[in-house]
């Protein structure tokens, strides 16, 4: 079922209160309570039902405007049989259709959203509002059969509420209901078919992005310190929550462990909340191994990361590597590859090598493309950060010919012609196969540095015995000769073509080309 928007709640409970006597709500409301209400659905706007009061009557209520509204039964107006539906609409949401019935008998304000559904205030603080939110959406994932789409009107509804809060105050309910949903997400993906899971899972995921992009955004808005009690109290009740979910080994679905970092790295500059973090953390990684379960689980990896980090924060790498040497690398690897670009960026060179050299020891035992690239882009920044270390270009050149793309275009971008070309022969690329623009570059400024590859390239295709290949080699000749005069060694380029001729004198088609192109002659 689709919720009704509170303000369109509202306005029908205002039509409800204005069209109808008292005895009609009365009959409404004693029909939803003996489950006269067969069916109910709403969808956008408009609510259906069925109800049975000897008859079958289909009800249809227009949150938008009450006097579209209809009944199949005779009455005129507004009728019994549409406050029941009414009433149903109510309990669905989590609302309280007794105290709705006596809030309207006396003649109290029909405000929907203060319906007496016991819904805290503003100073109630963080777990009244949760206890809330449990009791009022915490079945919501039982209707996520095929989607999440469900928890999307939750969401907004839920957020809602703190509309009228300051701001800050407000920041910090909307951090929390964000991640409520999302624990109604994982509920949801726990109870999906499993033979259809990789389905589910990609179908949630995406689903489940914007909300997750949307709490990055608000974690970003907020203060690194909290500026008050109350503030204080409520980031308090996230980070419990947060670490409750993040090391939750039965949540499968996201990566609450990304979440529970970029929290206490957002709040690093608070130093009491962080050091009794670290203290708890530190508390639940003794028993890991010890018999709190395999290293390699889910629970013990999201501990173990969460000690990496504060050990990483706290300048202890050796410390930090260490504990993620015992987690599953497939899991953390973007955890290492995180706290390596952060060295980078600080201009730790030192901690920056032991981060490079344990991620390329992880990724030799767990080949992981994703995660190579993100190693080649590390070894590009470091290299033209620190030139003279050799250490870079040698993990690149240890991961040819993977690392091919990249390491050729490190060569380019970093005017290292020479060795450029030498990556082309070690690597038997052609002419043919390589960018023009990058040739023609290197031709402007140093062409003797490609002698060599034409020359391989004239050899091959002579060999290949097919006129195709004989064309071949006449075209990289031409270029060969235009080389050989850039570089000023035209007497060097005559001395080759003459030789070339007499050794391939046996072949007739390969001199036939050699005339077409001019160059049979000096």
């Known amino acids: 079922m689709t919720r009704l928007a509170d303000e369109r709640t509202e306005r029908l409970l205002r039509a409800l209160a204005n069209g109808l006597p008292h005895e009609r709500l009365a009959d409404g409301h004693a029909l939803y309570r003996g489950g006269r209400v067969l069916v109910m659905e709403a969808v956008m706007n408009t609510i259906y039902g069925a109800v049975d009061d000897g008859a079958v009557h289909a009800v249809t209520l227009d949150a938008d405007d009450m006097a579209y509204s209809t009944c199949t039964c005779p009455a005129e107006g507004a009728c019994a049989h549409m406050a029941a539906l009414f009433f149903r609409c109510l309990e669905s949401a989590g609302g309280d259709a007794d105290e709705v019935l006596r809030m309207l008998m006396e003649g109290g304000s029909p405000d929907a959203e203060s319906a007496a559904d016991g819904m805290p205030g503003e100073s109630d603080g963080p777990d009244a509002w949760a206890e809330w939110f449990a009791g009022r959406y915490g079945f919501v994932w039982r209707e996520c059969r095929y989607s999440l789409h469900p928890l999307q009107p939750v969401l907004q509804e839920a957020k809602g509420k703190a509309r009228d809060w300051p701001r800050e105050l407000r920041r910090l309910h909307w951090l ?39 709490w990055h955004e608000l ?183 993977l690392s091919y793309s990249e390491l050729s275009a490190h060569y380019l971008a970093r005017g290292r012609l020479r060795e450029w070309t030498d990556l082309q022969l070690a690597m038997g690329i052609r002419p043919e196969n390589l960018d023009p623009g990058h040739l023609r570059l290197i031709a402007k400024e140093a062409p003797e540095l490609l002698l060599p590859l034409f020359h391989r390239a004239v050899d091959e295709s002579v060999r290949s015995r097919g006129r195709q290949g004989y064309r071949a080699a006449v075209r990289h000749l031409k270029r060969l000769e235009k080389l050989y005069r850039a570089a000023g060694r035209q007497e060097r380029w005559r001395f080759f073509l003459r030789e070339f001729r007499l050794r391939h004198a046996r072949l007739r088609a390969l001199q036939e080309e050699l005339r077409y192109g001019n160059l049979a002659e000096d």
């Open 176 to 214: 929390q209901t964000v991640l409520l949903v999302l624990e109604q997400a994982e509920r949801a993906f726990a109870a999906s078919d499993p033979s259809n899971r990789y389905y589910y899972e990609m179908s949630f995921t995406r689903s489940a992005e914007p909300w997750i992009r949307h």
């Open 219 to 401: 974690l970003h808005e907020t203060g690194p310190v909290p500026a008050n009690e109350a503030e204080e109290r409520w980031l308090r009740a996230i980070a419990a929550r947060l670490r409750d979910c993040a090391f939750d080994g039965t949540f499968a679905l996201l990566r609450w462990d990304e979440l529970y970092v970029a929290w206490w790295d957002h709040f690093a500059g608070w130093r009491d909340a962080v050091r009794e973090e670290r203290d708890e953390i530190g508390r639940l990684a003794k028993g890991i191994g010890d018999g709190d379960g395999d290293a390699s689980s889910p629970r013990a990896t999201a501990v173990l990361t969460a000690l990496a980090f504060f050990r990483f924060r706290a300048g202890d790498h050796e410390g930090a590597i260490e504990a993620m040497r015992r987690t599953s690398f497939r899991r953390t690897s973007s955890f290492v590859c995180g706290f390596a670009e952060r060295c980078l960026a600080d201009g730790d060179f030192g901690a920056l090598e032991r981060w490079m050299l344990f991620l390329h020891e992880r990724l030799r035992l767990n080949r992981d493309a994703t995660v190579l690239k993100s190693l080649l882009k590390l070894c590009r920044g470091a290299d033209e950060r620190q030139p003279g270390h050799p250490l870079w270009v040698r993990m690149m050149r240890d991961w040819l010919p």
